[in-house]
């Protein structure tokens, strides 16, 4: 096996299973991370706690694990919800010119707002929560993949092979599930692959800036909007483990993107 | 870029179609297939327009098999697209059935070629227009496609629109000839080749 290849496989193993790791982790946490300790407050991370514990005394490691894991999920689901949002808009401008030019204009439109400006509006009007972030993130960052997906369709319809089933006889339905939808799920693929990472950053941002999670759900963006107090009296450790480990939990759902991309790409 | 063209194909007919490359050749065939509408005029076929749903009584038989061919779809799912053609006429076109769990990627042009043509021959076809079906093929295997293809089209009475740059190859084939140019349709010139052969005579009888 080349290197290149050798590498790419041990590092798709060990991001599968960092993953893997801490959602299992997570699972066995129970309410740890809402457990207060109050003889040992704002304590350095030592071996009872390994990150540390924040000013009331709740153990920083279980509170990190705990929040990559609502990350997950949410990132998860707002990039499900985003790419059907996209598959669907793209599906919708192939039924004629004036439908294509109605969705071009949502797309238009939509990409020329700011989308964190978006993002805030949409979870605020929702009133925040986790189903408000994930809406938000979701009606806020389909434009560009639709955007792909219509011009892939656009190309798709003129090939000679779809001419030619349908002039075979085929119906309209037929071609969509059996020549459209294979062709374009690729795509689809590696855009919520894309946009997983944004939408997890995002909803630490819109939880930071307060229309996201509530505060007594350990997320993310709540752990590092609560270290923001701290962080001049150099309690360092609320900060770093809950950034750090975001930002883990980005590069190794990057990493399986792109190596289930290239073996979809192969065939 | 065509204008007040008309021309009538029989059943059991084959009629050549050249003209310099950009002429429009390709641009008739797919209007006369239906992939096309035009924007002035009508396909007739046996008196009735051209159907838009359903099988159409025209198929358009490509250059490149290459893009006629869904490349995520296994070659026995390409082929049974419409119909399943009998074992004689898989053996009629060479085609074998070790092909079937392959990808089309994994066959030759010509190998392609023929089971696009097969593809397109399900009961109910009237008529093909074939461009440039055979034009980077070796002669043996244009032999055998046009062979295949000769034996179906008698045996159905099938109307056959023939479109080639080569001279030799449409009078070979075809009782008729025409020639695109400036958007009209015209008699071919003759560079010295011989006269088609009669209406209704087979080259294969000559």
């Known amino acids: ?267 | 870029m065509l204008d007040d063209v008309s021309l009538t194909l029989d059943a059991g007919e084959w009629l050549g179609l050249d003209g310099v490359s950009g002429a429009g050749k390709s641009t008739l065939g797919h209007l006369l297939a239906g992939h096309l509408t035009p924007q002035a005029g009508t396909v007739t076929v046996d008196g009735a327009p051209l159907p838009r749903r359903g099988l159409r009584p025209v198929q358009w038989l490509p250059q490149s098999p290459e893009l006629a061919v869904n490349p995520r779809w296994r070659v026995k799912q390409i082929l049974e697209e419409a119909w399943t053609p009998p074992d004689a006429l898989r053996d009629a076109f060479g085609i074998e059935p070790a092909w079937m769990n392959r990808f089309p990627q994994a066959l030759s042009g010509g190998e392609l070629q023929r089971v696009c043509v097969l593809r397109a021959l399900a009961p109910g076809v009237r008529y093909l227009v074939a461009d440039e079906i055979s034009s980077m093929l070796d002669p043996l295997t244009q032999l055998a496609l046009w062979q295949g293809l000769r034996r179906v089209a008698d045996e159905r009475q099938l109307g056959v629109l023939v479109i080639s740059h080569d001279a030799a190859l449409l009078n070979r084939l075809c009782s008729r000839r025409l020639t695109l140019s400036d958007g009209r349709l015209r008699p071919p010139k003759r560079y010295g080749a011989p006269p088609a052969t009669a209406p209704g005579q087979s080259p294969a009888s000559r």
Not at chain 1, 80 to 101: K, Q, V
Not at chain 1, 133 to 149: E, G, T
Not at chain 1, 244 to 265: P, S
């Open chain 1, 1 to 267: 096996m080349s290197q290149p290849r050798l590498s790419a496989l041990l590092s798709t193993a060990l991001a599968g299973l960092l993953l893997a790791s801490a959602l299992i982790a997570a699972a066995g946490l129970g309410d740890t991370p809402r457990q207060m300790h109050f003889d040992a407050r704002l304590t350095p991370p030592n071996l009872d706690f390994w990150f540390g514990t924040d000013a009331l005394g709740r153990d920083v490691a279980a509170r990190t694990l705990a929040g990559l894991t609502l990350s997950f999920w949410v990132g998860s689901l707002a990039a499900l919800f985003g790419t059907l949002i996209a598959l669907g808009m793209a599906l919708t401008a192939m039924l004629g010119p004036r439908w294509d030019a109605l969705v071009s204009l949502v797309i238009d439109t939509l990409l020329s707002v700011p989308h964190l400006l978006l993002l805030l509006m949409i979870a605020f009007a929702l009133g925040g929560g986790t189903h408000a972030v994930i809406i938000a993130v979701a009606l806020s960052h389909w434009p560009s993949l639709a955007r792909v997906l219509r011009a892939e369709l656009l190309h798709l319809r003129q090939a000679p092979y779809v001419q030619i089933s349908q002039a075979l006889g085929k119906s309209r339905g037929f071609i969509v599930r059996h020549h459209w939808i294979p062709q374009v799920l690729p795509h689809c693929l590696v855009g919520a692959l894309l946009l997983f990472p944004h939408a997890v950053l995002h909803e630490a941002a819109l939880s930071f800036l307060g229309v996201g999670l509530s505060a007594e759900q350990p997320a993310i963006g709540v752990l590092l909007g609560e270290s923001m107090r701290h962080v001049s009296g150099g309690d360092w450790w609320l900060g770093v483990f809950p950034g750090a480990g975001l930002l883990l939990m980005v590069l190794c759902i990057q990493r399986l993107g792109e190596t289930l991309r290239r073996a979809w790409a192969a065939r």
